[in-house]
């Protein structure tokens, strides 16, 4: 799946977060002519993701599963390229700070393996992976086939499909 958002924090904000975090250890190697490559690793568990740093964009691509995140800068606003897994989107243990601007479910998937190059919203996108996870386990016992029980990603569906709430007010 392949996604872009807009996101709240800003470019040196997320790189003084990769040089500077205490959820890992940062290993810079290679700093020459506008490029920093960095190495993170998790401490607690044998993972690690690779950083590459420049002026105006920010590579972050993980080890075990190869996802991609591409933060770029485009006019005043800073944007997220997600390119992996949908149970990846937003869940990896070695990842900055990123917030989407606005409701993610309302982003484009550019590029899926249910609906290929036809842009779906991420909430059908979500809504119908669901589904077809539910019908695999049903039908093809998938369930004690490699199918694992966290395969579909809490902070993306759970945090942000919830829309039939009211939000109070604020009264000044």
Same mark, same amino acid.
């Given at each position: 799946?392949? *996604? #872009?958002?807009? *996101?709240?924090?800003?470019?040196?904000?997320i790189?003084?977060?990769? !040089? @500077?975090? $205490?959820?890992?250890?940062?290993?810079?190697?290679?700093?020459?002519?506008?490029?920093?490559?960095?190495?993170?690793?998790?401490? @607690?568990? @044998?993972?690690?993701?690779?950083?590459e740093?420049?002026?105006?964009?920010i &590579? *972050?691509? &993980?080890?075990?599963?190869?996802?991609?995140?591409? !933060?770029?800068v485009?006019?005043d606003?800073v944007?997220c390229?997600?390119?992996?897994?949908?149970?990846?989107?937003l869940?990896? @243990?070695?990842l900055?700070?990123? &917030?989407?601007?606005?409701? !993610?479910? $309302?982003?484009?998937?550019?590029?899926?393996?249910?609906?290929?190059? $036809?842009?779906?919203?991420l909430?059908?996108?979500?809504?119908?992976?669901?589904k077809?996870?539910?019908?695999?386990?049903?039908n093809?016992? $998938?369930?004690? &086939?490699s199918?694992a #029980?966290?395969? #579909?990603?809490?902070?993306?569906?759970?945090?942000?499909i919830?829309?039939?709430?009211?939000?109070?007010?604020s009264?000044e």
């Amino acid at each position: 799946m392949r *996604i #872009h958002f807009e *996101i709240r924090e800003k470019l040196p904000e997320i790189i003084e977060e990769i !040089l @500077n975090c $205490e959820r890992w250890t940062t290993l810079v190697k290679e700093d020459i002519s506008g490029r920093k490559l960095v190495v993170i690793r998790d401490p @607690n568990y @044998n993972s690690e993701a690779t950083v590459e740093i420049y002026a105006r964009e920010i &590579t *972050i691509k &993980t080890a075990w599963s190869n996802y991609t995140y591409r !933060l770029f800068v485009l006019g005043d606003n800073v944007w997220c390229e997600y390119n992996g897994a949908y149970r990846g989107l937003l869940e990896q @243990n070695l990842l900055p700070t990123i &917030t989407p601007r606005e409701g !993610l479910l $309302e982003s484009e998937v550019l590029d899926s393996s249910l609906y290929g190059s $036809e842009k779906r919203k991420l909430r059908e996108y979500a809504e119908d992976n669901l589904k077809l996870k539910k019908f695999r386990r049903e039908n093809f016992n $998938e369930d004690r &086939t490699s199918v694992a #029980h966290f395969d #579909h990603p809490k902070r993306v569906y759970d945090e942000f499909i919830k829309e039939d709430y009211v939000v109070p007010s604020s009264d000044e």
